[in-house]
């Protein structure tokens, strides 16, 4: 027997989702920029020449913190829409590229892969947009949730990219006794 859910029972289906992917999401995004020093407490990083366009270092946090809310949203969204065609697929790509954004910041921060990172990050941007494709075709509002990450990452890439114009020898900028900043 096949019943349709009432919608309080799907309004319900959503919270319970949405109450695991946000906390876990951003939790995520947070441990991420732990392991290596980010931002002001990071001196490799403050020694490196930087574009007089970037934004403070408040502004990064408030950032991610928001952008991580709305992917974790935008999950529990596709989560919740059992029974839609290309679920899974959406689900597994989205995994595949937050994972990828959670290993920039210890590439940048902690390794000092400067230019590697710019192609990372290119990557995170085009597995993003795949993403975001992915998840309009399960669940519209999912995917412009997506958005402001989209502008975000490719912000972040052009800042990247300018970082490592700037400093063409960045990953030796600041000798140390050890190779990297990352914390374990």
Request: charged share 10%; aromatic share 12%; proline share 6%.
């Amino acid at each position: 027997m096949r019943e349709l859910a009432s919608r309080g029972q799907l309004r319900l289906s959503f919270l319970r989702w949405a109450m695991v992917t946000v906390p876990a999401i951003v939790l995520l995004g947070f441990l991420s920029g732990r392991i290596a020093p980010t931002g002001s407490q990071n001196p490799w990083y403050m020694a490196l020449a930087r574009p007089d366009w970037q934004p403070p270092g408040w502004a990064f946090p408030v950032a991610w913190t928001t952008l991580y809310l709305l992917m974790g949203v935008a999950l529990a969204i596709v989560l919740n829409a059992r029974g839609a065609r290309g679920r899974g697929l959406a689900i597994g790509l989205f995994i595949v590229q937050l994972l990828a954004n959670l290993a920039w910041a210890p590439l940048f921060f902690g390794a000092h892969m400067v230019s590697f990172a710019v192609i990372h990050i290119a990557i995170i941007l085009v597995l993003a947009i795949a993403t975001t494709f992915l998840f309009s075709r399960v669940r519209t509002l999912a995917a412009w949730l997506l958005v402001p990450y989209l502008c975000w990452l490719s912000f972040a890439l052009l800042l990247s990219w300018e970082i490592d114009r700037l400093n063409p020898n960045g990953e030796t900028l600041v000798p140390s006794g050890a190779s990297t900043q990352i914390e374990l």
